[in-house]
């Protein structure tokens, strides 16, 4: 495994038991959506999990890249996942609600989890790829000409969770009386799960409340029409480009929920246990979790503190899922050091226009947030919804990864806040207090101290 040639691809705040039934779909799954399997090692630190991919050969990025790119030249493959994709999530929050009165579902759970954990990385490579070909197309186009084509052509047309969410909060504040109190609770019942994704918390009345309380309409982006020609190819990939934008935050959506409805199924569990709560559960493998159900319950607390600090999981070739100890992992991590002290500036794909100076805040998780203050540069691997208190705080967003369809792309176009996507190295060159440039007219954030 050491051996192998393997690329940084994205991270995300993840369980240990979701890791390792990535890996498995990977392998198992991924002939159900059209695509061959797709090798991975994963490690996994605390909450977090960085993903690395096989560089070349069966079962690499670039074996499953052109894959994907074949099917999407076919008219009928995006509707196909979308009908697909709904229909596996259906039976996933079906199983999810069940399994805590029904814990022999387990095993039939873990499986059409496994399923849809597939949609990551197919619209992670499809947002990558299409976001490259569709940059190469409007080549001869200016900056500011580029964004409105992309802005306008790209847009899903169904709204993400948190869209809804604020939409629905502004049609409150339209009407004559709004009795606070009833609206908050109306509104937690529909989007309290928004900030969860896999381990977070969700939000509460109290959440609710105060956002009533202090409502200010947002300065959502005006969309109009660019009078530019484009070729159709072009205007096929950035359509398609917004499918898969609303297909990822659907996914999300669906894991938010999912993984809050299962909690009190954890909880109990690791109540019979004596375990904390569901968050020791997260830090356990599939067969660890059937020995706690099957009382075979004396090991599981070693290795959940053990696991808190990190190690690594890992496709064996021969089959299966593998493990890496702490040691082999250093091993791996160090071939991936850049030596930060080298680069002064860092540049990216601009996903929204604008130029700003602020101080860089490194944010990995809701941990991060309460040292983030106004206008400060939210510099992150990636942002999920659960960022978006500090988002609307922020001057400008700036991250690791990303294409056009990723989560900062489209808060950054939806608050036009600049942002830069795709830098791959941001969160390594920059440090927290950093006062930097984004200048997203250009892609580029530049150290001034």
Same mark, same amino acid.
């Given at each position: 495994?050491?051996?192998?040639?393997?690329?940084?691809?994205?991270?995300?705040?993840?369980?240990?038991?979701?890791?390792?039934?990535?890996?498995?779909?990977?392998?198992?799954?991924?002939?159900?959506?059209?695509?061959?399997?797709?090798?991975?090692?994963?490690?996994?630190?605390?909450?977090?999990?960085?993903?690395?991919?096989?560089?070349?050969?069966?079962?690499?990025?670039?074996?499953?890249? !052109?894959? @994907? &790119?074949?099917?999407? /030249?076919? $008219? #009928?493959?995006?509707?196909? *996942?979308?009908?697909?994709?709904?229909?596996? +999530?259906? !039976?996933? @929050? &079906?199983?999810?609600? /069940?399994? $805590? #009165?029904?814990?022999?579902? *387990?095993?039939?759970?873990?499986?059409?989890? +496994?399923?849809?954990?597939?949609?990551?990385?197919?619209?992670?490579?499809?947002?990558?790829?299409?976001?490259?070909?569709?940059?190469?197309?409007?080549?001869?186009?200016?900056?500011?000409?580029?964004?409105?084509?992309?802005?306008?052509?790209?847009?899903?047309?169904?709204?993400?969770?948190?869209?809804?969410?604020?939409?629905?909060?502004?049609?409150?504040?339209?009407?004559?009386?709004?009795?606070?109190?009833?609206?908050?609770?109306?509104?937690?019942?529909?989007?309290?799960?928004?900030?969860?994704?896999?381990?977070?918390?969700?939000?509460?009345?109290?959440?609710?409340?105060?956002?009533?309380?202090?409502?200010?309409?947002?300065?959502?982006?005006?969309?109009?029409?660019?009078?530019?020609?484009?070729?159709?190819?072009?205007?096929?990939?950035?359509?398609?480009?917004?499918?898969?934008?609303?297909?990822?935050?659907?996914?999300?959506?669906?894991?938010?929920?999912?993984?809050?409805?299962?909690?009190?199924?954890?909880?109990?569990?690791?109540?019979?246990?004596?375990?904390?709560?569901?968050?020791?559960?997260?830090?356990?493998?599939?067969?660890?979790?059937?020995?706690?159900?099957?009382?075979?319950?004396?090991?599981?607390?070693?290795?959940?503190?053990?696991?808190?600090?990190?190690?690594?999981?890992?496709?064996?070739?021969?089959?299966?899922?593998?493990?890496?100890?702490?040691?082999?992992?250093?091993?791996?991590?160090?071939?991936?050091?850049?030596?930060?002290?080298?680069?002064?500036?860092?540049?990216?794909?601009?996903?929204?226009?604008?130029?700003?100076?602020?101080?860089?805040?490194?944010?990995?998780?809701?941990?991060?947030?309460?040292?983030?203050?106004?206008?400060?540069?939210?510099?992150?691997?990636?942002?999920?919804?659960?960022?978006?208190?500090?988002?609307?705080?922020?001057?400008?967003?700036?991250?690791?990864?990303?294409?056009?369809?990723?989560?900062?792309?489209?808060?950054?176009?939806?608050?036009?806040?600049?942002?830069?996507?795709?830098?791959?190295?941001?969160?390594?060159?920059?440090?927290?207090?950093?006062?930097?440039?984004?200048?997203?007219?250009?892609?580029?954030?530049?150290?001034?101290?």
């Amino acid at each position: 495994i050491l051996n192998r040639k393997w690329e940084y691809f994205i991270s995300r705040n993840l369980t240990v038991w979701h890791d390792e039934l990535s890996l498995i779909g990977g392998v198992k799954h991924y002939p159900i959506y059209r695509l061959p399997k797709f090798y991975q090692l994963r490690i996994h630190h605390h909450n977090y999990s960085d993903f690395y991919q096989l560089k070349g050969g069966e079962g690499s990025h670039l074996y499953f890249q !052109e894959s @994907l &790119r074949r099917n999407f /030249k076919k $008219p #009928g493959y995006i509707k196909f *996942l979308e009908v697909l994709y709904k229909k596996q +999530s259906r !039976e996933l @929050l &079906r199983l999810a609600k /069940k399994l $805590p #009165g029904k814990p022999d579902l *387990l095993k039939n759970f873990f499986d059409s989890y +496994s399923k849809a954990t597939c949609l990551l990385h197919i619209s992670t490579v499809a947002s990558k790829f299409l976001t490259d070909d569709i940059l190469r197309s409007l080549k001869a186009l200016s900056e500011q000409e580029r964004h409105e084509v992309i802005s306008y052509y790209s847009r899903p047309k169904q709204l993400a969770s948190l869209q809804q969410l604020d939409r629905e909060v502004a049609k409150l504040f339209k009407a004559k009386k709004l009795n606070i109190s009833k609206a908050a609770e109306q509104l937690a019942q529909k989007y309290n799960w928004i900030p969860v994704n896999f381990v977070g918390e969700p939000w509460g009345l109290d959440y609710f409340i105060d956002r009533l309380k202090s409502y200010q309409p947002s300065r959502h982006q005006i969309y109009l029409k660019p009078k530019i020609k484009i070729s159709q190819k072009t205007l096929i990939n950035l359509k398609l480009l917004g499918k898969i934008s609303y297909l990822n935050e659907y996914r999300k959506a669906v894991f938010s929920q999912t993984n809050l409805i299962i909690r009190s199924f954890w909880d109990k569990l690791a109540k019979n246990h004596k375990l904390s709560d569901w968050r020791d559960i997260n830090f356990l493998l599939t067969t660890e979790i059937f020995d706690l159900i099957g009382n075979k319950a004396d090991y599981q607390k070693k290795l959940i503190k053990q696991r808190q600090d990190f190690f690594a999981l890992y496709n064996a070739f021969s089959g299966g899922v593998g493990l890496l100890d702490k040691k082999e992992t250093f091993k791996f991590i160090n071939k991936f050091t850049i030596k930060a002290a080298e680069f002064q500036k860092v540049s990216g794909t601009t996903a929204n226009r604008g130029k700003i100076k602020g101080a860089v805040k490194i944010v990995n998780s809701s941990k991060d947030f309460n040292k983030f203050n106004q206008g400060d540069i939210l510099v992150a691997k990636m942002t999920s919804v659960d960022f978006i208190p500090i988002m609307k705080k922020a001057g400008a967003f700036v991250t690791d990864e990303g294409g056009l369809a990723c989560h900062a792309a489209i808060i950054a176009r939806e608050y036009n806040k600049p942002c830069i996507i795709g830098t791959k190295i941001a969160t390594q060159v920059l440090k927290n207090g950093d006062l930097v440039e984004v200048d997203a007219n250009k892609g580029i954030v530049k150290k001034l101290t």
